[in-house]
């Protein structure tokens, strides 16, 4: 069975600092994939950033960024020079394939706040 | 085209309606998704369609029904809903049904109340 935990249902970041969102993990598969998925009060789920657990190089994008601890199973996510925009509901988020029973198994989510 | 789209956005019904969701997609995708999502929560899944049959069905009521007509759209049919089930519903497609792990696309949901 899979599992993602995220331990903290809230944080808050001053406009134009860095925020790190905390996200550990467990499963039993060799191959397999880590999200973190942005939904804002807007609903629509946004995929930001995906690790391959095969890649030690962290993922980047643009201002976000992965701090992945594959002995460690965890999976931290940075935003750096935040922004009023992104504040979301953020999801960590477990998946692997191919296979019949590919699917995501998500965290319980955290509320990011972003102060003006 | 790269998304998903669902109609309607909001959706209010009584317990006696019968009404339907629709969503769409034209990436190609062969496997489709249902979720359900409770405010402040991550989203649960209810129905999986792998090239147009239903493969996974997570114990959900019948009051719920699924459909497939082809490839790029699926519907979820409702009757006799309860307060209980208002949340979101999210509809999402992955390119075939063993990469939902890999690559799933959601799209912007429907908002139901139940009332």
């Known amino acids: 069975a899979q599992t993602v935990t995220q331990s903290q249902p809230e944080m808050s970041v001053q406009e134009a600092e860095t925020v790190t969102l905390s996200c550990t993990y467990d499963?039993?598969?060799?191959?397999?994939?880590l999200f973190w998925y942005k939904q804002p009060p807007s609903r629509q789920m946004i995929l930001v950033i995906r690790?391959?657990?095969?890649?030690?190089q962290n993922a980047t994008e643009n201002r976000f960024s992965v701090n992945f601890q594959k002995a460690a199973k965890s999976f931290s996510l940075k935003i750096s020079d935040s922004q009023l925009g992104d504040a979301a509901m953020y999801f960590c988020?477990?998946?692997f394939g191919p296979g019949a029973n590919s699917k995501l198994t998500f965290g319980k989510g955290i509320t990011l706040s972003v102060r003006p | 085209d790269t998304e998903v789209t669902q109609t309607p956005k909001h959706l209010v019904m009584g317990m006696t309606n019968k009404k339907s969701l629709k969503c769409e997609q034209h990436?190609?995708?062969?496997?489709m998704y249902w979720y359900k999502q409770k405010a402040k929560k991550p989203p649960e899944l209810m129905f999986v369609?792998?090239?147009?049959?239903?493969?996974i069905n997570e114990s959900v009521p019948s009051r719920f029904s699924p459909e497939c007509p082809n490839s790029s759209l699926l519907n979820l049919h409702l009757h006799a809903l309860q307060p209980e089930d208002s949340a979101l519903y999210l509809c999402?497609?992955?390119?075939?049904?063993?990469?939902?792990?890999?690559?799933?696309?959601f799209g912007p949901g429907t908002r139901l109340t139940v009332l």
């Open positions: 999402a497609s992955s390119q075939i049904p063993g990469l939902a792990g890999r690559n799933l696309v």
């Open positions: 499963t039993s598969e060799s191959d397999y994939y």
């Open positions: 690790q391959e657990a095969y890649k030690q």
């Open positions: 988020a477990l998946g």
């Open positions: 990436m190609g995708h062969r496997a």
């Open positions: 369609y792998s090239y147009e049959k239903l493969s």
